[in-house]
């Protein structure tokens, strides 16, 4: 099983639900040979209460920090939860969890970033998992793979904090100059990659993503493990970072659609799909898996940045027919 959940993807973002400013035809096909689902519900319009309620089947207002998780948040999920990756793997199957957590990680003081972090996606359910902590507008802004941070450096320690700022680097406060992306509101703190976050960082230079890679490298992650275990039941949970902000596009999709970073973003996420999808195909197992393609809320135009989404719509609709989106009621 392969369940790809994107990240403040409308309705109308897609063009097998009448998008016709964008067309994805990779999430199209994916459609076309199975069902398109025209009146389905998240449990939550923001995202860490949305993976919550899905991976735990429990309604995410009913438990304490389950609002949208800081990058130094420890596990939301508790271990002794029976989530959906237990029962896959309780019936025989491998899992992995690859791209965006936004669950927390670690004990109730946080994730130690500079050694083994425990407890993890390990204890509720998944064999694997390789990992944004957070989001990509929060700090700290590396991977963590099975319980470690890639290529942490003993000599290079990470910092993270949410209050008060840790280190010299720059932030986007103190040093818009220094930025490729500016922020419409808030994110003005650590500036990585030329784009300044929420929350303050210092050390883990040799950790740090690219964003213009991220999608490339989550998706070369999922299709490694598919492969690896073509010949055994598997559950695969991908979680993508389009189309939140920052909206960094590899150069392939940059002004490639006609409506800005964010419309160069729809065709990453399509690619990104396409690419799952044509790993099953080749490794003959497509018809044997259950694909599922969902959003973990609606969608959201300036959502920190000055990326001109909402200038640059064109006439795209991305709530489709509805007038809600992320963080509405409805």
Request: net charge negative.
């Given at each position: 099983?392969?369940?790809?959940?994107?990240?403040?993807?409308?309705?109308?973002?897609l063009s097998?639900?009448?998008?016709t400013k964008?067309q994805?035809?990779?999430i199209?096909?994916l459609?076309?040979e199975?069902?398109?689902?025209?009146?389905?519900?998240?449990?939550?319009?923001i995202?860490?209460?949305?993976?919550?309620?899905?991976?735990?089947?429990k309604y995410?207002?009913?438990?304490d920090?389950t609002?949208?998780a800081?990058?130094?948040?420890?596990?939301?999920?508790?271990?002794?939860v029976?989530?959906?990756a237990?029962m896959?793997?309780n019936?025989g199957?491998?899992?992995?969890?690859?791209?965006?957590?936004h669950?927390?990680?670690?004990?109730?003081?946080?994730p130690?970033?500079n050694?083994?972090i425990?407890?993890s996606p390990?204890?509720?359910?998944?064999?694997?998992?390789?990992?944004?902590?957070a989001?990509?507008?929060r700090?700290?802004?590396?991977?963590?793979?099975?319980?470690y941070?890639?290529?942490?450096d003993?000599?290079?320690?990470?910092?993270?904090d949410y209050n008060?700022?840790?280190?010299?680097?720059?932030?986007?406060?103190?040093?818009?100059e220094?930025?490729?992306?500016?922020?419409?509101h808030?994110?003005?703190n650590?500036?990585?990659?030329?784009?300044?976050?929420?929350?303050?960082m210092?050390?883990?230079?040799?950790?740090?993503?690219?964003?213009e890679d991220?999608?490339d490298?989550?998706t070369?992650?999922a299709?490694?493990?598919?492969?690896?275990n073509k010949?055994?039941?598997?559950?695969?949970?991908l979680?993508?970072?389009?189309?939140h902000v920052?909206?960094i596009?590899?150069?392939?999709?940059?002004?490639?659609?006609?409506l800005g970073?964010?419309?160069?973003v729809?065709?990453?996420l399509?690619?990104?799909v396409?690419?799952?999808?044509?790993?099953?195909?080749?490794?003959?197992?497509?018809?044997?898996t259950?694909f599922?393609?969902?959003s973990?809320?609606?969608?959201?135009?300036?959502?920190g940045?000055?990326d001109?989404?909402e200038e640059?719509l064109?006439?795209?609709?991305p709530s489709?027919?509805?007038r809600?989106?992320?963080y509405?009621?409805p």
């Amino acid at each position: 099983m392969v369940f790809i959940i994107s990240d403040d993807l409308g309705i109308g973002d897609l063009s097998c639900y009448g998008a016709t400013k964008v067309q994805t035809p990779n999430i199209d096909r994916l459609a076309s040979e199975g069902i398109l689902f025209t009146n389905t519900y998240a449990s939550s319009s923001i995202s860490t209460p949305s993976r919550f309620c899905l991976l735990t089947g429990k309604y995410p207002w009913r438990q304490d920090n389950t609002g949208i998780a800081p990058g130094n948040s420890g596990m939301v999920i508790d271990t002794a939860v029976y989530t959906m990756a237990d029962m896959f793997r309780n019936n025989g199957y491998a899992t992995a969890a690859i791209g965006k957590w936004h669950l927390g990680l670690g004990g109730a003081e946080g994730p130690d970033w500079n050694g083994e972090i425990t407890p993890s996606p390990h204890d509720i359910g998944f064999d694997h998992y390789f990992l944004i902590p957070a989001t990509v507008d929060r700090v700290p802004c590396v991977y963590v793979e099975d319980n470690y941070v890639v290529n942490a450096d003993p000599d290079d320690p990470i910092y993270v904090d949410y209050n008060k700022k840790v280190g010299d680097w720059p932030t986007g406060k103190e040093n818009p100059e220094l930025l490729k992306l500016h922020p419409s509101h808030g994110h003005d703190n650590t500036i990585i990659n030329g784009i300044s976050r929420i929350g303050y960082m210092t050390g883990g230079k040799r950790a740090l993503w690219v964003d213009e890679d991220i999608a490339d490298t989550i998706t070369s992650k999922a299709r490694q493990f598919i492969i690896k275990n073509k010949n055994n039941p598997f559950f695969l949970y991908l979680g993508t970072q389009d189309v939140h902000v920052p909206r960094i596009p590899h150069p392939r999709f940059a002004g490639k659609s006609g409506l800005g970073t964010r419309g160069d973003v729809i065709l990453q996420l399509d690619w990104t799909v396409g690419e799952i999808m044509n790993t099953l195909d080749s490794l003959g197992i497509a018809g044997n898996t259950i694909f599922i393609f969902t959003s973990d809320n609606g969608p959201v135009l300036d959502d920190g940045y000055k990326d001109y989404a909402e200038e640059m719509l064109n006439g795209h609709t991305p709530s489709g027919i509805y007038r809600g989106g992320k963080y509405s009621i409805p």
